[in-house]
């Protein structure tokens, strides 16, 4: 087993031939200067950075080595008991190993000509927001983001276990107590990890002190979320979720095989391997249509197919319920994320007893399809989402 170390290695993202299998547990970590921060100079604002592999699950059970990165904030910590924990859950960021946010901490841009590629880590401004407020914070890449095998874009088992497993990770990085106050958040693709955490917390990691969720937009039924996306800039995000199911139920080959043409093949290749700018640069505003051999969109093939449709059910949130309170968002003209499904999952919950709540944003549409009214509800939510988390780490 290969203990936690400081790793220089000339390759952070490659793990071990050997590591814990314990979830949670830190394989490696090294020093992760933010924005404008002097590497080497202590008691820097707004915190101080550590890059980490831990230890998580694959669905089956299987242990998986996760990046991520966890920063103590200079800030103090000025409400009752030990430094609570957020862990933030990016939102759509691409597939590639290259849009990984913990590669992005010291500045939240890079441009690669020779791929080419654009990636973007627009999580700052939440991680900066708590850190001012003495919160620490965690992100993960997720599982197979920046480390090998293809990232399982919203698998509900694998986003909740890597968020679940950087909290328990972060904890120990800081060498807190095991039952400080714990909290998730994300938005879009990072409000479903966030939402899965939250509803997997109970059986998956009933050692953490989960005290609140935020989850934003989550996709909570990925049947509807497939009709909604289809058509917008974003439409390569279908991709991502296709390659990364694919890796983990291998009946789903044999029917992309029949169903998709050749160019639709090529498509899911080169979105493997995108960040989310280059995916909606290169396949933005195509249909799906495009993709299949029937003419046919992908909603229509997953539901004429047993299997892939059951593929696509066991990813829906809603099944379990969260043992700490969630504030959920929906913007009713949201153009990648369905407002009734994220209301449904407000539903779901309640019905079981959950503390939720729910804020609707009512954006009026703009310009449909450029994703205009998914962001925006995503920057006038930060305040409310963040002052919910505080709220319920004071209690």
């Known amino acids: 087993m290969t203990p936690p170390t ?4 000339g390759d952070f993202y490659t793990p071990p031939a050997q590591f814990s299998a314990e979830p949670g547990a830190v394989i490696r970590s090294q020093p992760s200067p933010l924005l404008l921060q002097i590497p080497g100079v202590k008691n820097q604002w707004p915190g101080t950075a550590t890059r980490i592999m831990y230890t998580s699950r694959y669905q089956d059970g299987t242990p998986a080595p996760v990046t991520g990165t966890v920063v103590e904030p200079t800030a103090s910590w000025k409400g009752k008991g030990p430094r609570p924990t957020v862990v933030l859950g990016p939102g759509t960021v691409g597939q590639g190993d290259q849009c990984a946010g913990s590669k992005l901490m010291s500045f939240p841009l890079n441009i690669d000509p020779a791929k080419p590629s654009i990636a973007v880590n627009y999580s700052a401004l939440e991680m900066n927001l708590l850190l001012l407020n003495g919160v620490r914070v965690a992100m993960t890449d997720y599982i197979g983001m920046g480390t090998p095998g293809i990232h399982t874009y919203v698998n509900r088992a694998e986003s909740g276990h890597a968020m679940l497993d950087a909290a328990r990770a972060a904890l120990r990085v800081a060498g807190a107590p095991a039952n400080s106050p714990v909290g998730f958040s994300g938005y879009s693709q990072g409000g479903g990890a966030a939402a899965s955490a939250a509803e997997l917390a109970a059986t998956y990691a009933p050692d953490l002190n989960v005290k609140a969720t935020y989850a934003g937009a989550p996709p909570a039924d990925l049947a509807k979320v497939i009709d909604r996306i289809d058509g917008t800039f974003i439409v390569g995000g279908i991709g991502y979720a ?7 139920y291998p009946a789903l080959r044999p029917i992309l095989d029949r169903e998709t043409t050749p160019a639709g093949r090529r498509v899911l290749a080169q979105v493997a391997t995108q960040c989310i700018g280059d995916t909606g640069l290169a396949f933005g505003f195509q249909h799906t249509t495009q993709w299949t051999r029937n003419g046919q969109p992908l909603s229509q093939v997953i539901a004429r197919n047993p299997e892939a449709k059951a593929v696509v059910a066991e990813q829906r949130i809603g099944t379990l319920k969260p043992n700490a309170p969630v504030l959920l968002e929906g913007g009713i003209n949201d153009d990648v994320i369905p407002y009734g499904q994220v209301d449904q999952l407000y539903r779901d919950w309640r019905a079981q007893g959950a503390d939720v709540g729910m804020v609707t944003n009512d954006i009026p549409p703009i310009f ?3 994703v205009v009214n998914h962001a925006l509800p995503m920057l006038t939510t930060l305040l409310p989402a963040t ?8 209690r």
């Open 368 to 370: 449909p399809g450029l």
């Open 6 to 9: 400081a790793s220089a290695a």
């Open 387 to 394: 002052n919910f988390i505080l709220g319920e780490f004071s």
């Open 242 to 248: 296709i390659n990364g199911l694919t890796a983990r």
